[in-house]
């Protein structure tokens, strides 16, 4: 009966591909060397399944590493080795060129097509709601403190949208990205019109204390408190809270007055 599956062994054959080269090879030794470049090739033993069916020329010009044919892997992918003739193996390489060419062709059409569809969905979830324009404008503005941001602008880097949590996460994340900006502007304005810093031994100043937190000595144990004073004028300092005050200040909230 035609088809019928006979036996299957093993050959002596090994079959290896060099992708840079698009070449296959047949040799009787396990990782062969490229005949174009010298790189060594990782190869497969050629394994043959005997059918009761005639071989011919595309067993002859086949790379993968399994027959099934009357020839129990004798003639399969002899186009590439040695005891092939080189206007045998040209033409065969030449074919697998050209069929790998075809292959990656149409890979390309179908990923040009696939990229397309993702930009149209993309564009479209971009202009559903207002503020994604917004969002997306602060994804694209790197580089980001947080990882969480910087995976989801890589995220709709690959035009992958992100969910409703983690669009809602990215808007708190930008809100609180305005807001530091925001401050970092003001304290930047007020240090350019602030008046100098009051300078001299033993001098009393007056102002009010925006700031206080304890810290601990570099040395020992133990520590003291320190305050950040904003006088008149917008100068700043910091100093050491008065013994007056570090009762109160114990008593209240340890980073704010």
């Known amino acids: 009966m035609t088809g019928m599956i006979i036996d299957a062994s093993p050959t002596p054959y090994f079959l290896a591909r060099c992708i840079p080269c698009a070449r ?8 062969p060397p490229c005949p174009e470049c010298g790189r060594a090739l990782s190869s497969e033993r050629l394994y043959a399944v005997t059918r009761d069916e005639s071989c011919d020329g595309a067993c002859m010009n086949a790379f993968g590493p399994s027959c099934s044919c009357s020839c129990g892997g004798e003639n399969h992918g002899k186009s590439f080795g040695s005891q092939s003739t080189r206007e045998e193996t040209e033409r065969a390489v030449n074919a697998y060129r050209a069929r790998v060419a075809k292959e990656e062709e149409k890979r390309a059409k179908k990923a040009a097509a696939k990229r397309a569809r993702a930009e149209r969905e993309f564009a479209a979830w971009s202009t559903a709601q207002p503020g994604r324009a917004e969002l997306l404008a602060y994804l694209a503005d790197g580089p980001h403190d947080s990882s969480f941001v910087v995976d989801m602008a890589r995220q709709v880097s690959r035009l992958e949208p992100p969910t409703e949590r983690q669009e809602a996460a990215v808007g708190r ?30 001098l ?49 909230p340890a980073s704010e007055l």
């Open 24 to 31: 296959p090879v047949r040799t009787e030794a396990p990782n």
């Open 173 to 202: 994340c930008m809100e609180y990205a305005h807001r530091r900006a925001e401050e970092a502007e003001r304290r930047t304005q007020e240090a350019a019109t602030a008046a100098p810093v009051p300078t001299g031994k033993a």
């Open 204 to 252: 009393e100043i007056t102002g009010e204390i925006i700031l206080a937190k304890y810290e601990d000595l570099d040395y020992g144990s133990g520590g003291r408190y320190k305050m950040l004073v904003r006088g008149e004028g917008g100068w700043r300092v910091w100093s050491t809270v008065p013994a007056t005050l570090t009762r109160e200040i114990k008593d209240g």
